[in-house]
């Protein structure tokens, strides 16, 4: 099972607009409303920021939404902020029972 | 407060074996598959393995599969991870990961809602 693909960073100065891309296949990405959004801080364990592609759990903020379109998924985070910096994975469930993360994607805020 | 905690981990000889815990509190731990997620350093997520909430269902990357292990003792509260012939490629910081809610939680979930701290694994000579 390949991994999904992200870009391996992306930038933005406080106050603007990010998006992040993962893109996968029909037989994950495309095929089930089961991709997640991971963040991840050095030295510490991922936290999960939307579900089911576009679903907030409770405590994340409303700066951060997803979306979803044909084999690619999406995370944008508005307003951004310096604690917004941190890696970020997608994740999709898959047409085996397994799951697939995406090469996670550097967050630099300028 | 769900927490999930990991332990067992060490540095191992290649061909050596492992096994690592994780015990969970703060929610019925049986209503909840759970999943071993890896981090090898410097490198991204990997998933590894998944058990149903009742333990009858198991599922493993093809990376571990034959080799890894997943059990778990609900009347412990604990998830396993029994690693045999262990290879370098093995090394990375070993996650468990609580399937979130849903339809799907209790068989495999569709997502990962809580993490422990992970435990570092280290196969080298």
């Known amino acids: 099972q390949s991994a999904l693909t992200q870009p391996a960073s992306v930038s933005g100065s406080p106050g603007q607009s990010i998006t992040i891309s993962c893109t996968g296949t029909?037989?994950?990405?495309?095929?089930?409303?089961?991709v997640s959004w991971y963040q991840q801080h050095p030295g510490k364990a991922p936290k999960l920021m939307i579900y089911?592609?576009?679903n907030r759990p409770s405590g994340v903020s409303n700066r951060f939404s997803g979306s979803k379109s044909g084999n690619t998924a999406s995370l944008t985070i508005s307003g951004l902020q310096a604690e917004d910096e941190a890696d970020y994975y997608c994740?999709?469930?898959?047409?085996?029972?397994?799951?697939?993360f995406g090469g996670g994607t550097k967050l630099t805020v300028l | 407060e769900v927490q999930l905690v990991e332990s067992g981990g060490g540095l191992v000889q290649p061909g050596g074996s492992l096994r690592l815990s994780c015990a969970a509190s703060?929610?019925?731990?049986?209503?909840?598959?759970m999943s071993w997620v890896r981090q090898a350093p410097g490198k991204g997520l990997e998933w590894v393995s998944a058990?149903?909430?009742?333990?009858?269902?198991?599922y493993y990357a093809d990376s571990v599969k034959g080799r890894f292990t997943i059990s778990r003792d609900n009347s412990k509260n604990t998830l396993y991870l029994q690693m045999n012939s262990l290879r370098a490629e093995d090394t990375a910081v070993y996650y468990c990961?609580?399937?979130?809610?849903?339809?799907?939680?209790?068989?495999?979930?569709?997502?990962?809602?809580?993490w422990g701290q992970g435990t570092l694994v280290t196969v080298s000579s």
């Open positions: 990961a609580k399937a979130g809610d849903g339809p799907t939680a209790m068989v495999t979930g569709n997502y990962f809602d809580y």
């Open positions: 703060g929610f019925t731990f049986s209503s909840y598959a």
């Open positions: 058990i149903s909430g009742s333990g009858g269902s198991t």
């Open positions: 029909s037989s994950d990405v495309g095929g089930y409303n089961y």
């Open positions: 089911d592609v576009s």
């Open positions: 994740s999709s469930y898959t047409s085996r029972p397994i799951w697939v």
